[in-house]
Nanobody, 127 residues
Framework: EVQLVESGGGLVQAGGSLRLSCAAS????????IGWFRQAPGKEREGISC????????DYADSVKGRFTISRDNARNTVYLQMNSLKPDDTGVYYC????????????????????WGQGTQVAVSS
């Protein structure tokens, strides 16, 4: 069974940085993508970044482009989200998710595309 475990959340002041980790286990397929999503209280879930296993290509939401960087460590089956220049609007629960065999034309920042989800890690940015 696929398991995704997020870590690295916490409380940080505006302008600070955090690095989130998503450790994946329980799978053997080699064509997948890992995405990061977040949900703030009272708001819709937002897709913020994605990385593909096939070629390492990435996608970012406009709200985080230039501040967040997604990366992967294949040996550790771990995906990272480096978050810099954090703002109070970045506050929320951050989830990683996996989609298996993403089809041509899929939407990497749409949560409904994903098959497996982690439990989430809280990020709070104070002003």
């Amino acid at each position: 069974e696929v398991q995704l475990v997020e870590s690295g959340g916490g409380l940080v002041q505006a302008g600070g940085s955090l690095r989130l980790s998503c450790a994946a286990s329980g799978f053997s397929f080699d064509d997948f993508a890992i995405g990061w999503f977040r949900q703030a209280p009272g708001k819709e879930r937002e897709g913020i970044s994605c990385i593909r296993s096939s070629n390492g290509s990435t996608d970012y939401a406009d709200s985080v482009k230039g501040r967040f960087t997604i990366s992967r460590d294949n040996a550790r089956n771990t995906v990272y989200l480096q978050m810099n220049s954090l703002k109070p609007d970045d506050t929320g629960v951050y989830y990683c998710a996996m989609v298996v065999f993403p089809v041509v034309g899929w939407s990497p920042l749409v949560g409904d595309e994903y098959d497996f989800w982690g439990q989430g890690t809280q990020v709070a940015v104070s002003s």
